[in-house]
């Protein structure tokens, strides 16, 4: 009997080890516009990712209305003017990535990440850089990158133009666990 249960529990043990599947429901990601009259910053902390190792697919979604503000009213209008959250409530992104990750083994990993990017009910291809760390057991993703509002069909009102940025810098962070 002892031995039965040391074969499963060696069992269990290796699956988890070689498991090729990473998830994680709260991950980062935020955002950025600095010009000369304001800068703006947000943050999400709620992004859900699913990195799968083995076919290099990634998968990201957040709800829109989770992105905080340090000004309630920069909240109110990102939501209610630009983004239109009650009408475009995520954001999403399925893609993949190039480049070789050993799960295996520790250590941080160039990638570059392709795929289609959904927001304010607008998908466009994105190509960026970024690096999966593999430390502990999990996987690590960053990435950082520019979109353009008006990309995205997002109208920035002429009143306001000069206190958003054309370009807005973008960065996403995410722990994955084998799942």
Known sequence: MKTLLFVFV??????????????TRNGCAGFFSKTPLEDIKAENRQVYAVIDAAKKNLAFT????????????????????YVESDKFPKATFLGNYTGDIDVSKDGKYPVQIKGQLTLHGVTKAIDVPGTIEVKDNKLIGASEFKLTPGDFNIKIPGLVSEKIAKQIDVRVLVECYPK
């Open 10 to 23: 060696l069992f269990i043990v290796t699956c988890n080890l070689y498991s090729q599947t990473f998830i």
């Open 62 to 81: 957040c709800l829109v209305k989770g992105f905080l503000f340090p000004k309630q009213l920069m909240q109110e209008h990102f939501n209610e003017n």
